[in-house]
C-alpha cells in the first residue's frame, strides 16, 4: 500500500495505490536432457487516478485535475508451461511451450462503473536449433513456429449514445513461422540472418527479416553492424476500448511499419574498462497517434499518413578500475521528425550515470545514479476546440541512492532514496511527480 503523491500541478489530492501479488515456479529435471518448467503469476491492483479538466470554462481545461472518487482495479494471471529437450551432446535443442495472460480491468468514478474489459491471450511456441561444425567454425539453424489467440471484450456500461462501445467478443488469431542462421567464426567474425511470416486472420499477412555482423579484433575492438524491418499490429484497447466521452477504439487502424539500421563500434581498453558508440536510423509508417475529431471531439486512435523518422548516436562507458568500485555513464543524442517536425517527449539529449561501490566481500553494494533528461515537447490540449497546442517541458536531473547487504547468502537487507534532491519535474504535461521517496525491506531466497 502506498498513500501516493499529488498527480496534478496544481492539486493536493494524494493518488495512492494497493498491490498485491503472488508467484511460483516449479522445475522438474529427471534427466540432463529434459526440464519441464511450470510459471504461475497473479497480481492485483488497486489505484486511484486523475482524469483531465473537462471544462470548457474552466482556465485549466485540458489539465490534468483532482478527481476525488476516480480510481481503476485490474486483475491479472499468467502462467507458463515450457518442456525443454536437448540430443547430440546439447548441439540440438528443442522447446514447446504454452502460454495464457488473463487480465481483467475497470475504471470507476463517483457515480460507479464507468470503463472495464477483459483480454486474454494464449499461445503455443515450438522452437528447435541445430548447432554444426567445427572449433573454429560454428553454424546454427533455427526454426520455430507460434500459434496465438488473442480475446478482448468490453465491459464497459452502454449509455445509447452512437459512440458506446461494441457489445461482444473480439478475436485475433495469428501464426507465426521463423527461421534463422548463425555463424561464428574463430570467435571473431559473427553474422546472423533471419526471416519471419505471419499470418493473420485481421491484419495482412507481414515478412519481416534481420541481418547483423560484427567482427572482433585481437586489439579489443569490435565493429558491428545491423538491418532489419518489422511490423506492430494494433493493440486490442486501441481497436476496441471505450470509455465514456473520453475515449472510443478504432477498428479501423492499420498495423505500423518499421525499417532501421545501426552501426557501432566497441573498444576494451584491458580489463578494466569498456568504450563504445553506436549510430542509429530508423523510419515508422501508420504511426498510431491520438487525435479528436469533430463534432464529439472524443480521443481516438489514428494512423498518421506521413512517416515518422529518427536518428542518433548513443555513446557507453563502463569501467571497473578496481574490484570496489564500477563506473557506467551513457549518453544519446536523437533527432525525432514526423513530417518535419519534432516528435512528442523524444528529448534530444539523455544520460546517466552510475557508481557503485562494492564491500571487499561483495556482501554490501551501493549504487548512486544520476539520469539526465533534456528537454522536450509534449501535445496538451488547453484549447477548447481541441486543436493540439505544442508545449515544452524543462529539462531535469534525477538523483537516486540504492544500497543492499547480504546478511546470508540467502537474506539480504535493502534501502533506497528515489529523487534524493527532490526535484520538481514532469514527464507528460501537467502531470506531476513524485517528489523524495525513501524504500527499505528485506529480501529472502529460499
Not at 578496481?322 to 549518453?331: K, S
Request: avoid cysteine.
Amino acid at each position: 500500500h502506498t498513500d501516493g503523491t499529488p498527480t496534478s500541478r496544481f492539486g493536493t489530492r494524494d493518488v495512492g495505490s494497493d498491490n498485491a501479488g503472488l508467484s511460483g515456479k516449479l522445475i522438474w529435471s529427471p534427466s540432463e536432457t529434459f526440464k519441464l518448467t511450470g510459471v504461475a503469476r497473479y497480481s492485483y491492483t488497486k489505484a486511484d487516478t486523475n482524469n483531465s479538466e473537462g471544462n470548457p470554462a474552466s482556465p485549466w481545461f485540458g489539465y490534468t485535475a483532482d478527481s476525488p472518487g476516480v480510481y481503476f482495479r485490474n486483475k491479472a494471471f499468467y502462467g507458463l508451461v515450457r518442456a525443454e529437450f536437448t540430443a547430440l551432446d546439447g548441439r540440438w535443442t528443442n522447446a514447446l511451450s504454452g502460454q495464457i495472460a488473463d487480465t481483467r480491468r475497470r475504471g470507476f468514478d463517483p457515480a460507479g462503473l464507468d470503463y472495464g474489459d477483459n483480454g486474454r491471450r494464449l499461445k503455443g511456441s515450438f522452437e528447435s536449433s541445430l548447432r554444426f561444425g567445427t572449433d573454429t567454425m560454428v553454424h546454427r539453424l533455427t526454426a520455430a513456429l507460434d500459434v496465438e489467440r488473442e480475446e478482448f471484450q468490453n465491459k464497459t456500461p452502454l449509455t445509447g449514445s452512437p459512440y458506446d462501445a461494441f457489445v461482444g467478443k473480439r478475436h485475433t488469431d495469428n501464426i507465426g513461422v521463423v527461421g534463422q542462421y548463425e555463424l561464428l567464426v574463430n570467435d571473431a567474425l559473427s553474422l546472423g540472418a533471419s526471416l519471419r511470416h505471419d499470418k493473420n486472420d485481421r491484419f495482412d499477412d507481414p515478412t519481416t527479416w534481420r541481418v547483423q555482423g560484427s567482427y572482433s579484433f585481437a586489439t579489443g575492438t569490435r565493429f558491428r553492424a545491423a538491418y532489419g524491418t518489422g511490423v506492430k499490429n494494433p493493440g486490442y484497447y486501441e481497436l476496441y476500448g471505450y470509455s465514456d466521452g473520453k475515449y472510443i477504439g478504432n477498428p479501423n487502424l492499420r498495423p505500423e511499419k518499421s525499417e532501421g539500421w545501426e552501426a557501432g563500434i566497441e573498444q576494451r581498453i584491458g580489463d578494466a574498462a569498456t568504450i563504445g558508440a553506436t549510430y542509429f536510423s530508423s523510419r515508422l509508417k501508420d504511426e498510431i497517434y491520438t487525435t479528436y475529431p469533430a463534432p464529439a471531439y472524443i480521443a481516438t486512435p489514428s494512423n498518421r499518413a506521413t512517416l515518422s523518422q529518427q536518428h542518433g548516436i548513443e555513446v557507453f562507458a563502463s569501467a571497473r578500475p578496481i574490484p570496489q568500485i564500477r563506473l557506467d555513464a551513457t549518453y544519446t543524442y536523437l533527432k525525432a521528425r514526423e513530417n518535419g517536425n519534432v516528435e512528442v517527449r523524444r528529448p534530444k539529449h539523455v544520460g546517466s550515470f552510475n557508481a557503485t561501490v562494492f564491500s571487499n566481500d561483495e556482501r554490501f553494494a551501493g549504487t548512486l545514479t544520476l539520469r539526465y533528461n533534456g528537454r522536450q515537447n509534449d501535445v496538451a490540449y488547453t484549447n477548447p476546440s481541441y486543436a493540439p497546442v505544442r508545449v515544452s517541458l524543462n529539462e531535469y536531473v534525477i538523483v537516486n541512492l540504492n544500497a543492499e547487504y547480504k546478511i546470508t547468502p540467502k537474506i539480504a537487507v535493502f534501502g533506497r532514496v528515489e529523487n534524493l534532491v527532490n526535484e520538481d519535474y514532469e514527464e507528460v504535461f501537467s502531470f506531476a511527480t513524485p517528489g523524495r521517496a525513501a524504500y527499505g525491506g528485506v529480501r529472502i531466497n529460499f
